[in-house]
């Protein structure tokens, strides 16, 4: 079993007080870690070796191409440590390991993406009239927690990490208690590529604790989470009492909206992504399955025939396809909605139980579910379930597929599969989605922009506006002129400016 320290200045430490908690594996059942519980007092001393590594400017006072060489390197040494770092995602979190091979590959490309952009970013000089020079410069924020989620625990640290590091800012990351260890990993990769000690800190914990005395602590500068709706308003209301900025990716209820001119299989294929990958935990789950009426039957029914075919098993085997959830609270949250929904007179088409095999009953195992005469009265249309649990839904033309898809609290991603890229565009532009893809599900790159509308959340991941978000504005006005103006010396008209 592992034992895991707080990282703060460059050292393993242990909680002040030396709480541990426990990191339970949903495969077995079984201890997998050990990890520090940070303290209040913890958290301020990262706060405070985060601060310091700021204000002495070992880090933000290196010229951009110098941080984005550090930053290449890390990269370097992500790439041939993704089989290792994958193993441990799924012994700790139980996604397939074909899964998470293949997103941790696509992760040394954050950091080469933003040390480019730190190098690329350019300030302005605006028109400001003659004699006047104005120097508009991007610079750091300053210290900024960051509070991730067990769901994506590399992917979306590295999302927040890589960004805020090459604008110069120092951080502190809060990992969720589910999934820490590859987050510690994170950290210490990135000082053996050459990021100073004190830079990056991570304390260990629960939300309750640990996350709140993050976010409430007075020498954050900028706040970024992501994780569920209700934990986002309350570390966003803490931000707006102290003017400090946020960015929150919250919650999902992501619509895949078919027309019965997708080819079938395709449409099918998708839809199965969208619904299944990551054991449904994801926030752009694509839980709200919408088919033309014209094509419902033929979809339904050869979704439900590929529903029937998904491998669950051990994670760590390459033919899983369907691993477990993530604890035994969100397996009974899962279990939870669905006996509601049938409650409320829903078919349940597929799955909707704990599954059979004995050889799974260690796990944390829910089958597959697809559930049909669902209407938007229903809990479970609104309810963000995070499992695998989808609900089929016909539609009868644009306007109605437009009414159902908007017809929810969130906004963060959805889908539309047509081969009429007009219509595709037409229903985009009508979306109160902050994600769209047409034909695809779930694809992300550290260029493309992700954040949602509505109850999905504040501001925007990846790209430059991204980078933009951990910077702040600091503009110079230079005067040119030969002689200064004498305000108080003249009675003459004179130009404010």
Known sequence: MREALLHIDGRPVPAEDHATMDVVSPVTGRTVARIAHASPGDVDRAVTAARRSFEDRRWRGIAPRERARVLNRAAALLSERVHDLAALETEQ??????????????????????????????????????????????????????ITPWNHPLLITMKKVSV?????????????????????????????????????????????????????????????????????????????????????????????????????????????????????QTCVQGSRILVQDTAYDAFLARLLERVGGL???????????????????????????????????????????????????????????????????????????????????????????????????FGLAGSIWTHDTARGLRMVDRLDIGIVWINDHHRVDPASPWGGMKDSGIGSENAIEAFHAYTQ???????TAPSGADWFGTTEPMRYS
Request: glycine residues 10%; hydrophobic residues 45%.
């Open 311 to 409: 491998r669950l098993g051990d994670p760590a085997d390459t033919a899983t396809q369907i691993g477990p959830l993530v604890s035994a609270v969100q397996r009974d949250r899962v279990a939870s909605a669905v006996e509601q929904a049938r409650a409320q007179g829903v078919t349940v088409a597929a799955g909707g139980r704990v599954p059979e095999d004995p050889a799974l009953a260690a796990g944390q195992y829910y089958l597959p579910t697809i559930l049909t005469e669902v209407t938007t009265s229903h809990d479970i249309w609104r309810q963000e379930v995070f499992g695998p649990v989808a609900v089929v839904v016909p539609f009868h033309d644009e306007e109605d597929a437009i009414r159902l898809a908007n017809d929810a609290d």
């Open 93 to 146: 979190i139980g996604r397939p390991i074909r899964e998470m091979r293949a997103q941790l590959a696509r992760l040394p490309e954050w950091l080469e993406y933003f040390g480019a952009v730190a190098q690329t970013d350019r300030g302005s000089v605006p028109d400001v009239g003659a004699g006047q020079v104005n120097l508009i410069r991007r610079v750091p924020i300053g210290v900024a927690g960051l």
């Open 164 to 280: 805020a590091v090459a604008a110069g800012n120092s951080v502190v990351i809060k990992p969720s208690e589910l999934g820490p260890l590859v987050p510690l990993e994170l950290a210490r990769l990135l000082e053996e590529a050459g990021v100073p000690t004190g830079v990056v800190n991570v304390v260990t914990g629960a939300g309750a604790t640990t996350g709140r005395a993050l976010s409430e602590h007075r020498g954050i500068d900028k706040l970024d989470v992501t994780g569920g709706t209700e934990t986002g308003r309350v570390i966003a209301a803490e931000a707006g009492r102290r003017l400090i900025p946020v960015t929150a990716e919250l919650g999902g209820k992501a619509p895949v909206i078919v027309f019965d001119d997708a080819p079938l299989d395709d449409a099918v294929a998708g839809a199965l992504f969208a619904s299944f990958i990551a054991t449904g």
């Open 473 to 479: 504005m600091k503009s110079t006005v230079i005067n």
